[in-house]
């Protein structure tokens, strides 16, 4: 997801616009470019690869101004060249765009017919030629925008600059977020908060289809009929603080690291300690008459997902699909009358995501949401909002967003099953009791950290690994994979234990690390029975298991990992964390960019 920021100063904008935009970096993203207006002139300056780069483009060529806009890119148009870098601009505008423009091939060939010549290959920048044909033809900045937006196909949040108009700019969204920012004597435009964090703490989200005029007085706001509206200013609550690495070496290694903390805030929002009660926000519907629970979701939170499916089945007793957000409309699904579907995100931006749950609402759905951004769409469009309290997640690989969003699906299915009277009060004590012990266990497994580090090297020469588990165990090894995959670029497969035999057995040699991820219960001797399957072969086994496990199967092991023995209940979240730390080891080990991986976007804002 890329990054937009803009500002209306009194001051001199181009290094706080490269600082706004070092707050994004985060995202993902392959080139990087800001533009100001100064003397009547638009001073664009532009660059491929990390922020340093363009840093290094600006020392050796300024661009004064004390209005500007600047863009972090993540290509979706055209290959991550200068050329196709944003900011985009004619000779009277220059605009920055996050989303994509789906009609742009039409556009592109009617403008090019009309006489207009493209520098780029971007979808974007048939959108800054539409705006300057508007104002080279007379009409004034807002107009331009009226006339152009309605012209528009796709997801789109646009912040635009004008030549002839150095005291405004124009921001403007669709399907991609967009907040302004209110200082004094200033005003702001960014994709999130995170980014206006050192600028100011009082910000507007944009709702859907909404266009802003931002100038140092303040913003005026038009809905998508052009109609002037107010929007409510909040109080971001973001710090500058919560996005510095402190004394970690990565984002990521902190995030890790932020588990036990984030996690005892997420359940404090969701137990009543003293009287040992899990308590959902207030709702308009009632949870007894649910029949059938729909969960959608992508990557990371697909995995939550999947866990959560094991939870609810078990302790509600509701059938529950799942689904992976970007097939979930194509194949028309049956969504029955009287069911709940259940969306998870991290950002609450996921284009897919968001869509599903339109479509879902359509089909006459509730809504719950699990997400870690309050204000975000997917939030605002709920009935049932569950916030996380990760608070901001940097690293583009998921943590900490991961183990809150399972904290706050294990309450939703404790109480899903009180609601459906399937779990007594006694049970429910039990259930409570478990998820406050998660901190302390989460703590516990991060104390192994220094032997995991340790052992990182006997997997990072791997061309592949796989992670085997059973039950709720079977989504934290495709989750463990996911992990390695993202950031090491080691090829990983996660599978359920017992699909071993059905094919991935074939694949197995002394070249190949199998991680198990098996604390000792009811699954334990089954899944040993596969390690064994596994060692005939010649296959180099991890086994991540508490130490009665590690004590009966742990002999003849690559390696082990030793873990706190904890209730099943809890165990995906304590389980999560040494897949996150031999992941994030074995990048460090192989030098990659852990923060940052290749081709990869924090929050992907379009289908």
Known sequence: ??????????????????????????????????????????????????????????????APGTIGIAHTRWATHGAPTTSNAHPHATGEVALVHNGIIENFRSLREALT???????????????????????????????????????????????IAFRQHPDLLIGARLGSPLVVGYGDGETYLGSDALALAPLTQRIAYLDEGDWVVITRDGAQIFDIDNNPVTREITLSGVSAAAIEKGNYRHFMQKEIFEQPTVVAQTLRSYIRQLEQVVALPQMDFDLSTISRVTIVAC??????????????????????????????????PVLEPGGLALFISQSGETADTLAALRHARAQGQKIAVVVNVPTSSMAREADLLLPTHAGPEIGVASTKAFTCQLAVLAALAAHLAVKKGRMSREEECEVVRHLLEAPAALNAALAHDEEIAAMAHLIAPARDVLYLGRGPDYPLALEGALKLKEISYIHAEGYAAGEMKHGPIAL?????????????????????????????????????????????????????IEMPKVHPLIAPLVYAVPVQLLAYHVAVAKGTDVDQPRNLAKSVTVE
């Open 1 to 62: 997801m890329c990054g937009i920021i803009g500002i209306v100063g009194k001051e001199q904008v181009a290094d706080r616009l490269v600082d706004g935009l070092r707050r994004m970096e985060y995202r993902g993203y392959d080139s990087a470019g800001v533009c100001t207006v100064d003397k009547g002139q638009l001073v664009r300056r532009r660059a491929e690869g990390k922020l340093n780069n363009l840093v290094i483009e600006l020392a050796r060529h300024p």
């Open 113 to 159: 017919a009309r006489g207009r010549t493209f520098e780029s290959e971007t979808d974007t920048e048939v959108v800054a030629h539409l705006v300057s044909e508007q104002v080279e033809a007379g009409a004034s900045p807002q107009d331009a925008i009226r006339a152009v937006l309605p012209q528009l196909r796709g997801a789109f949040a646009l912040a």
């Open 299 to 332: 990557g990371t939170s697909f995995y939550a997902g999947m866990v959560a499916k094991y939870w609810f089945e078990r302790f509600a007793r509701l059938p529950v699909d799942i689904d992976v957000a970007s097939e979930f409309r194509y194949r028309d």
């Open 508 to 560: 197995i040699d002394e070249a190949v690390p199998v991680i198990v991820l098996a604390p000792s219960g009811p699954l334990f001797e089954k899944t040993v029975s596969n390690m064994q399957e596994v060692r005939a072969r010649g296959g180099k086994i991890v086994l991540v298991s508490d130490a009665e496990g590690l004590a009966e199967a742990g002999e003849g092991c690559l390696a082990t």
